[in-house]
């Protein structure tokens, strides 16, 4: 994640947002993963 933006950096609350998706889908991801791998 690049916080010093080209144009406007994104809010603590953003980065926050940004961070929540991650997981969420980083989860997901692991989760198939471990499906496919068992």
Do not use: H, N, Y
């Amino acid at each position: 994640i690049q916080g010093t933006a080209e144009g406007v950096p994104f809010s603590k609350e953003q980065l926050g947002a940004l961070v929540d998706c991650a997981e969420k889908a980083l989860k997901r991801v692991f989760e198939e993963q471990e499906k496919v791998l068992s």
